[in-house]
């Protein structure tokens, strides 16, 4: 979260109001962190149904003939392997390796994408696929001012979309779908940030009200619950998942991340390959770590983490866990080589407290086990 001098709001901005959330500025966008309680919040995620505003996040669409040769050219993993109604997560490195950011693209048609970037990023984005579209014959557009963006995540999530989407029920993991929701062309991509089943609406900005009220009506009897910032971070982190500026940014590249799987170095050139190449055969001198509490405590990003009384790295990301119920973070640490269940501790309120380092994702959803 941090402060900017005018906040910008979502469409969603006076139901939050309405519903009593706790508004703050989240890198310039003033968002609701929870509204009766993280916990409650978290809890309604994990075993039902959780709604997220998540309309700063942006949109680009990539349309033409040389829309797949431009995608490969700026993005880590291979984009020819989704064809249409299919989503992929990469990462768009820079030559140095580091990453310009973490996307969601979706092939809508042949020739036709659609990339989900993150809200702090989206026009850093877009004027880095301006500037490496030279050559290609593509189009690019960025729509992020257009559309909003609702989040439904939690094993009752397709149940609760389908009421009003009926073709949802029938979207894979990893789909997307292009369709006419209230008289409006409007999309659906069944991925999600918290580790649960679940789509994301993503809709005209007229229209995402009636969604979002239309989502919260219909699920009430199943236990859907508007959900905020808080709740996220703890899911997503949780779920291993990276925030962008905080776990990764243009120095930290996607072997340190611990995100090996999403670069495809055997797809052909593409920007930032011939770094990763060479860190690779090198080997990384630190990396994004998961690290879990034996003791009492709640770590927050920043907290060092110790070995043998010696610092190696600090947290990024760092929460209580109520699906651990324990202390977990992660931060990039300068032994890659320490196993699960290595003994660490990490510094509280100037106090060493036993810690351990663990495998992440921290926790995976029983549903996501089930193959939802």
């Given amino acids: 979260m ?105 092939c809508l048609a042949k020739d036709r994408y659609l990339i989900v970037v993150n809200a702090a990023t989206a026009d850093k984005d877009f004027a880095w696929f301006q500037k490496h579209a030279k050559g290609f014959d593509v189009k690019l557009e960025n729509k992020s001012d257009l559309y909003g963006m609702i989040a439904v995540q939690g094993p009752k999530a397709a149940e609760i979309a389908s009421m009003i989407a009926p073709a949802m029920a029938s979207l894979p993991r990893f789909g997307a779908l292009e369709l006419e929701l209230y008289g409006q062309p409007s999309f659906i991509t069944r991925t999600g940030y918290t580790g649960e089943d679940g789509c994301e609406f993503i809709v005209p900005s007229e229209i995402v009200v009636r969604v979002w009220e239309d989502l919260l009506a219909q699920g009430r009897s199943l236990g859907a619950a508007p959900c905020g910032l808080g709740a996220r971070d703890v899911l997503r982190l949780e779920a291993g998942y990276l925030l962008y500026g905080q776990d990764l940014d243009d120095d930290l590249s996607t072997f340190e991340a611990n995100y090996g799987w999403v670069v495809k170095l055997d797809k052909g050139d593409f920007i930032g390959k011939a770094a990763l190449v060479k860190q690779k055969a090198e080997g990384i001198k630190k990396k994004l770590t998961g690290v879990k509490l034996l003791e009492r405590g709640v770590p927050r990003a920043g907290a060092s983490v110790m070995l043998d009384g010696k610092e190696i790295g600090k947290f990024c990301s760092a929460t209580y866990s109520p699906s651990l119920q324990a202390g977990i973070g992660t931060g990039y640490l300068d032994r890659p080589d320490l196993p699960p269940g290595t003994k660490v501790s990490v510094v509280l309120h100037g106090r060493d407290i036993a810690a351990e380092i663990v495998k992440t994702p921290f926790y995976i959803s029983p549903n996501l086990k089930k193959g939802a």
């Fill in 2 to 106: 941090s402060t900017s001098a005018v906040a910008r709001r979502t469409a969603l901005y006076e139901s939050h109001k309405n519903l009593g959330g706790k508004i703050v500025d989240f890198h310039g966008w003033e968002l609701p962190v929870q509204y009766e309680s993280i916990m409650k919040e978290h809890e309604a995620a994990r075993h039902r149904c959780g709604l997220f505003d998540v309309s700063h996040m942006g949109q680009v669409f990539a349309t033409g003939p040389g829309a797949l040769a431009f995608l490969q050219k700026v993005n880590a993993n291979d984009i020819s392997r989704i064809g249409p109604g299919k989503a992929i997560y990469s990462h768009l490195p820079n030559e140095k390796g580091g990453v310009v950011d973490d996307v969601i693209v979706s």
